[in-house]
């Protein structure tokens, strides 16, 4: 059952109280077009037991440095300046199983899209979270929305502008960092997921059912150690 309530208290409780690289700044706009819902794909719905979850977040310079046009307020400058945002809370299952699409999903209200616009920045993306994700967790898209919030509130971030301009950079030394940026969270448990060029693209944190960080599964372990990372500047 979904009760994430107090496992999401008692870990925002362990991390420390300063956050570095999440939005810089935000200004949630009051009116916006509604994305739309997607019509449920049969062929696309997959149904398994949730044993894990994935917490995951974007690095947003990267993600802006080819802006499309309904990035415009992520990456547009009038909405804000982002670091970290919160790409979903994804539910997982064994090996290579995963819930997706459980139920036919309707549009999530407008007062609950822009309430989490400056955690996700996109009213698209948290359409398309709430279909695939959130409607294998709970009817409630708010409540879905609130987990992961929390969960993406509860993260703290290394130096990312320092960093940034590390020219030897390692996928372990970024993970490292993290890891020490958060009492609780072991290197073994964050994935790293770059592009081609080694660019960083997303940090994943895995939890276990009760949302406490656990070590990630063979198949959540993301970029070699020993690859090379280098990572977008905060404009």
């Known amino acids: ?25 935000c200004r949630a706009p009051a009116d916006f077009p509604m994305p739309r819902v997607s019509r449920l794909d049969p062929a696309e719905v997959r149904r398994a037991p949730v044993t894990w979850y994935t917490l995951a977040l974007s690095w947003s310079p990267q993600h802006c440095h080819r802006p499309r046009a309904q990035d415009r307020f992520q990456c ?3 909405g804000g300046r982002f670091g970290f945002v919160l790409h979903g809370l994804w539910p997982e299952g064994e090996g290579r199983q995963w ?3 459980c139920r036919p999903a ?16 996109s009213p698209e993306l ?37 960093l940034s301009r590390e020219t030897t950079l390692r996928v372990a ?21 770059t592009n ?5 693209n997303e940090v994943r944190i895995c939890l276990a059912r009760n949302f406490r960080p656990m070590r990630c599964p063979a198949q959540q372990r993301g970029a070699p150690a020993g690859a090379r990372l280098r990572i977008a500047p905060l404009r």
């Open 76 to 78: 547009g400058g009038a």
């Open 1 to 25: 059952m979904f009760r994430p309530s107090g496992a999401f208290a008692v870990l925002a409780l362990a991390l420390p109280a300063v956050a570095q690289g999440q939005a810089l700044s």
């Open 196 to 200: 081609r060029g080694g660019w960083l």
């Open 106 to 121: 309707n549009a999530v209200p407008r007062a609950v899209l822009r309430q989490h616009l400056c955690t996700t920045p």
């Open 126 to 162: 948290l359409q398309h979270e709430w279909e695939r994700h959130g409607s294998c967790m709970t009817n409630d898209p708010a409540r879905y929305f609130r987990a992961g919030s929390i969960l993406y509130r509860a993260i703290r971030y290394p130096d990312m502008a320092a």
């Open 99 to 101: 819930p997706q699409y």
């Open 173 to 193: 030394d970024f993970k490292r960092a993290f890891a020490g940026t958060n009492r609780g969270i072991r290197e073994s448990m964050i994935a790293v997921e």
